[in-house]
């Protein structure tokens, strides 16, 4: 088990910043990637950002690319998610998840219960 907790949404408007933490327990967080998923009401969930175990390689949807970056600092057990420029269309839950390095949902094995993002226009 790799219990997740996400951290850091709140209400910003269009054109603003924030930044999400998800914080892992236990000694294996840098034995897994991680991803950033987001669930709008009424939509699937879908893929946000990956980073590989060793910050090497990561990857973003297309909506998401040149505006969030996924960063990781494995001594502290956390994973970022940096977000500018935000955009109504941002808003979602937001999860973090441990697993293989995937854009996948169904590939990952660990969720948080996600941190709520709403931007108003």
């Known amino acids: 088990q790799v219990p997740l907790v996400e951290s850091g949404g709140g209400l910003v408007q269009a054109g603003d910043s924030l930044r999400l933490s998800c914080a892992a327990s236990g000694r294996t967080f840098s034995s897994y990637a991680m991803g950033w998923f987001r669930q709008a009401p009424g939509k699937e969930r879908e893929f946000v950002a990956t980073?590989?175990?060793?910050?090497?390689?990561?990857r973003y949807a297309d909506s998401v690319k040149d505006r969030f970056t996924i960063s990781r600092d494995n001594a502290k057990n956390t994973v970022y998610l940096q977000m500018n420029s935000l955009k109504p269309d941002d808003t979602a839950r937001y999860y973090c998840a441990a697993g293989p390095y995937s854009d996948t949902r169904s590939a990952y094995d660990y969720w948080g219960q996600g941190t709520q993002v709403t931007v108003s226009s």
């Open positions: 980073i590989s175990r060793n910050s090497i390689s990561t």
